[in-house]
């Protein structure tokens, strides 16, 4: 920390993002990424877009946003686009939250919750998960704050039916539900469709994992308009530029071809109903996860050591710190190449801890 770093940040806790190693190749099933690249369509409409870089972007993104609205059944004034959903989650934060208004979520959930609420200073609830992993809606029902739900929830990939999501809308109409649905499209039904009944939900989702744009940084938001308005009144006193023209670009070009998406949705939803059959059959436990990830443990091998193990061996997961996942590793579904390369790894370090 430098002198000059104001008083008001020493305390800061940033968030830490999986490792992006460059020592040597490893098969990368840490950071929720996609293994698939991105839509043929949507990297031509980069390359077009990248000859005007001379100019800025159009602030409102109109024409991402009208195709958004197209995709999901709204108006162009009920879809916003971030740089990136975490930029989303960080208005959503500044804008919704206050003293009076506390952050509400699970304590097992996304790791920027936290971060967010201490880079604004303002006062959170974490609200344990059941012993299962599983959301609890009626834990929230008399809790005054903004609710914050990724669904399927991060880490755990444990999703909340529909049902419940209308549950905490109704439990107080003048309480804000934010669903970060980042995870949504890997099989999870999504509560887009609630918007035109409720105006107290705004919905997070991201092209970085289900879309393959993880690099290009596009997180977008739905809702009622007047929500709509609040972050956009942020962005344009933050960054009115925030999305990048190939962004944008890409962005539509990923809309405009849904079969590529909706083919790798449906590859990786196959591959992890293939690893939690093959982790299980190794002696593991796994959540019911709907995500690109899932969330796994062993007697044999704590958290950590299979982690460390597994880097060794060149395959890389994620140990998480939080406390009651300390004996788990969360591993993202990757291709079936490097899940049939994971499981020879784990195959063989259990051999080796059981000698
Ligand atoms: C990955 C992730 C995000 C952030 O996604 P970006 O759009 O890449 O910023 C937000 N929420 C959850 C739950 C995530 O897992």
New binding site residues.
């Given amino acids: 920390m430098s002198r000059f770093f104001s008083e008001v940040h020493k305390d800061l806790t940033p968030y830490v993002p999986g490792e992006q190693p460059r020592d040597r190749r490893y098969v990368k099933l840490n950071t929720?990424e996609s293994p698939f690249p991105p839509s043929p369509a949507a990297v031509r409409a980069a390359e077009e877009a990248a000859r005007q870089l001379q100019l800025y972007p159009d602030p409102t993104a109109l024409a991402l946003r009208t195709k958004l609205a197209e995709h999901f059944g709204l108006a162009p004034d009920e879809a916003s686009v971030n740089n990136?959903?975490?930029?989303t989650?960080s208005f959503a934060f500044l804008g919704w939250c206050d003293e009076k208004t506390p952050a509400l979520f699970p304590d097992i959930t996304?790791g920027?919750y936290t971060v967010y609420a201490g880079l604004y200073r303002l006062p959170y609830e974490e609200i344990p998960l059941d012993e299962d992993f599983r959301i609890r809606v009626a834990d929230y029902a008399g809790k005054k704050g903004t609710v914050f739900i990724?669904n399927p929830n991060?880490q755990t990939g444990i999703a909340l039916p529909l049902a419940g999501i209308e549950e905490l809308l109704r439990q107080d109409p003048d309480r804000l539900v934010v669903v970060?649905e980042?995870?949504v499209d890997f099989g999870a039904e999504s509560a887009v469709g609630l918007i035109p009944r409720y105006d107290n939900l705004l919905i997070?989702q991201?092209?970085?994992?289900s879309r393959s744009m993880?690099g290009g940084?596009?997180?977008i938001a739905l809702g009622r308009k007047e929500l709509i308005q609040d972050l956009m009144t942020l962005q344009f006193s933050f960054n009115p530029y925030n999305l990048n023209r190939m962004t944008m670009a890409a962005g539509i070009g990923a809309l405009e071809d849904p079969a590529y998406f909706e083919e790798n949705c449906r590859k990786i939803a196959e591959n992890r109903e293939w690893l939690k059959d093959a982790l299980r059959a190794e002696g593991f436990a796994v959540t019911d996860s709907l995500a690109n990830f899932l969330l796994a443990r062993t007697d044999r091998i704590g958290g950590e050591s299979l982690y460390r193990a597994l880097k060794e061996r060149g395959v890389l997961v994620r140990h998480l710190g939080a406390e009651r996942i300390r004996d788990w590793v969360r591993i993202t579904v990757g291709s079936r190449e490097e899940l049939e390369i994971l499981m020879e790894k784990i195959r063989g370090i259990l051999k080796e801890v059981r000698s």
């Fill in positions: 929720n990136g959903s975490d930029e989650l996304y920027f990724a991060a970060d980042a995870y997070i991201t092209f970085s994992k993880a940084r596009l997180g």
